[in-house]
T-cell receptor, first 109, second 114 residues
Framework: DQQVKQNSPSLSVQEGRISILNCDYT??????FLWYKKYPAEGPTFLIS?????DKNEDGRFTVFLNKSAKHLSLHIVPSQPGDSAVYFC????????FGTGTRLQVFP | ETGVTQSPTHLIKTRGQQVTLRCSSQ?????VSWYQQALGQGPQFIFQ???????GRGNFPPRFSGLQFPNYSSELNVNALELDDSALYLC?????????????FGPGTRLTVT
């Protein structure tokens, strides 16, 4: 039973455009959500987080939106850059981190 | 400030053997969590140690065990290895167990069981 789902295994976006990565969850008890980025041969790197009491958090080019009624969150990257090409994991916190399966983002020139 | 380090980088073991993986946490961090990442999947929580005590466990059998040392480094031990244990094992350190918290991951140990 997967509590955190990333239904798009991959996404390809042109440099300068917006990248939107999506994540759905099933457990309404999650109180914190995080996004991690992972490059090959490296561990995941923390990117941005949002508390369940908020609906938006912004950090530079990265914005996370939370829709609690839909149990859905999204990560917006704008403008996208080639260096953003990586696997992005959504994670939810309920005492421990529960990760989605990841979305591979490719930003092409 | 040194980041999270893990050793070894790669390891090949035979089914039924035992393995020990090691993790050095980031300076100032007293909490270590271990994750298993199978191919094509996200990291799955194995367990967490806080000040040398187990502080939460995921859905893994008892043959997965761990230790945390006074310097907050940690070991993951897996007994009676099975083929399905082949995965990337990630260690993450953080400065506490209360949320919100950010976990800092090491590069992982790639374990192959044949």
């Amino acid at each position: 039973d997967q509590q955190v789902k990333q239904n798009s295994p991959s996404l390809s976006v042109q440099e300068g455009r917006i990248s939107i990565l999506n994540c759905d969850y099933t457990n309404s008890m999650f109180d914190y959500f995080l996004w991690y980025k992972k490059y090959p041969a490296e561990g995941p790197t923390f990117l941005i987080s949002i508390s369940s009491i908020k609906d938006k958090n912004e950090d530079g080019r990265f914005t996370v939106f939370l829709n609690k009624s839909a149990k859905h969150l999204s990560l917006h990257i704008v403008p996208s850059q080639p260096g953003d090409s990586a696997v992005y994991f959504c994670a939810a916190s309920a005492g421990k981190l529960i990760f989605g399966t990841g979305t591979r983002l490719q930003v092409f020139p | 400030e040194t980041g999270v380090t893990q050793s070894p980088t790669h390891l090949i073991k035979t089914r039924g053997q035992q393995v020990t993986l090691r993790c050095s946490s980031q300076s100032g961090h007293n909490t270590v969590s271990w994750y298993q990442q199978a191919l094509g999947q996200g990291p799955q929580f194995i367990f967490q140690y806080y000040r040398e005590e187990e502080n939460g466990r995921g859905n893994f059998p008892p043959r997965f065990s761990g230790l945390q040392f006074p310097n907050y480094s940690s070991e993951l031990n897996v007994n009676a290895l099975e083929l399905d244990d082949s995965a990337l094992y990630l260690c993450a350190s953080s400065s506490g167990t209360s949320e919100p918290y950010e976990q800092y991951f090491g590069p992982g140990t790639r374990l192959t069981v044949t």
